[in-house]
């Protein structure tokens, strides 16, 4: 079945942590909306299937139709219906960028702006340093959990957004989280600037043929160009 509890987590930026490179690492991203709620957006930057490494793409001037279908800046958590003419997202079917175009980086390497966590870092910190920033984080909710604090940044009660990659496709134990138009993802709206960033995450074990109503694999009509490894500095590399 899809994954529950679909939506859009619509803040600002806190602060972030990044986990490194072993078991599961997240790079994780504090928000806080309007309201004064607090959330943690856990960002998968290593798969559990092979091969781990995920593909990534940044979309610097992202102009889609998705963008005027959103929620208010600051209203916290909206659920999504997974169908047309919402802002849902999906990879396959919604035209938010070339499939082919995706490369792959480690989670975590030595050095300046050669892995996805220096990549995200690059656009979370300035999501924080512009304060009229807008985050929307797409994927499932976890929480809210009135007695349990947050157990990366502390805050209660605990509550989140995961899930914040593509999520249909999927082989082996993951597969019971395919679905249509429920795939994640973070935009970044800098006003000072007047401009829209776009990040979007799979896995290289993910297909990207998927049956219309179930998101489950079909087989491939035409193949997806084989994705190339990154090796252009994180934040140039676009």
């Known amino acids: 079945m899809p994954i529950s509890n679909y939506g859009v987590l619509a803040a600002t930026v806190v602060d ?31 798969s559990q299937q092979a091969p781990s490494d995920l593909l990534y793409i940044v979309v610097e001037d992202f102009r889609h139709p998705v963008t005027e279908l959103l929620p208010p800046a600051g209203s916290g958590w ?25 490369r792959v980086l480690p989670p975590d390497a030595p050095g300046a702006d050669n892995d996805l966590a220096d990549l995200l870092d690059h656009h979370v910190q300035q999501a924080i340093a512009g304060p009229a920033a807008a985050v929307y984080v797409f994927g499932q909710r976890f929480g809210p959990e ?20 593509m999520n249909q496709g999927n082989s082996g134990r993951f597969k019971a989280d395919d679905g249509v138009r ?57």
């Open 16 to 46: 972030r942590r990044r986990e490194g490179g072993a078991d599961t690492p997240h790079y994780q991203i504090h928000l806080r909306d309007g309201q004064g709620a607090d959330y943690r957006a856990a960002v998968n930057v290593l």
């Open 78 to 102: 909206n659920a999504l219906s997974s169908r047309p003419d919402t802002a849902s997202l999906d990879f396959v079917r919604g035209q938010l960028f070339d499939p082919a175009a995706m």
């Open 146 to 165: 009135p007695t349990t604090p947050d157990k990366v940044f502390g805050f209660l009660p605990g509550n989140g957004v995961h899930d914040i990659h």
């Open 182 to 238: 429920q795939d994640g993802g973070l935009l970044i709206h800098l006003p000072a600037r007047n401009r829209w960033t776009a990040i979007f995450l799979a896995f290289q074990s993910q297909s990207w043929h998927t049956d219309d109503r179930t998101g489950h694999t079909i087989p491939a009509r035409t193949p997806v160009p084989k994705p190339t490894r990154h090796h252009q500095p994180a934040d140039r590399q676009h």
